[in-house]
C-alpha cells in the first residue's frame, strides 16, 4: 500500500509559476512509477506528466504542458515534484499525483492504482 499527499496548490496570476509536491509511505518509492493528472469540474481526468521508477527517469508530457511543465522525484526523500512555469488559465484544476508499481508510467489514469486526495490549482487571468 502507497499513501500519496499532494501540496503547493494555490491561486497564481497567469505566468506564474507553482511547483506541486507528492509525498509518499508506506513502501520503497523507487518501486513505483509516477504520474501527474489533472480534472476540472464535468471533465475526464486529464494525463499531465509521468516519469519512471528511477530518479533520473524516463518522462512523458501531454502536449498541451510540454516545455512549460516540468516533472521529477527524488526517491531520497520519496517524493514527487510538478513544476509548473508561464501557467495559463487554462490550467487552472484539481492537479492529482498517481503511482503504480511498475519501471515506466502511462498517459491512461486507469494504469495507476494508488492516487492522491488533489491539491487545487488556480490560474487567474
Known amino acids: 500500500q502507497v499513501q500519496l499527499v499532494e501540496s503547493g496548490g494555490g491561486l497564481v496570476q497567469a505566468g506564474g509559476s507553482l511547483r506541486l509536491s507528492c509525498a509518499a509511505s508506506?513502501?520503497?518509492?523507487?518501486?513505483?512509477?509516477m504520474g501527474w493528472f489533472r480534472q476540472d469540474p464535468g471533465k475526464e481526468r486529464e494525463f499531465v506528466a509521468a516519469i519512471s521508477w528511477s530518479g533520473g527517469g524516463t518522462t512523458d508530457y501531454a502536449d498541451s504542458v510540454k516545455g512549460r511543465f516540468t516533472i521529477s522525484r527524488d526517491n531520497a526523500k520519496s517524493t514527487g515534484y510538478l513544476q509548473m512555469y508561464s501557467l495559463k488559465p487554462e490550467d487552472t484544476a484539481v492537479y492529482y499525483c498517481?503511482?503504480?508499481?511498475?519501471?515506466?508510467?502511462?498517459?491512461?489514469?486507469?494504469?495507476?492504482?494508488?492516487w492522491g486526495q488533489g491539491t487545487q490549482v488556480t490560474v487567474s487571468s
Open positions: 508506506g513502501r520503497t518509492f523507487d518501486s513505483y512509477a
Open positions: 498517481a503511482a503504480v508499481k511498475a519501471r515506466y508510467g502511462d498517459r491512461s489514469w486507469n494504469f495507476y492504482n494508488y
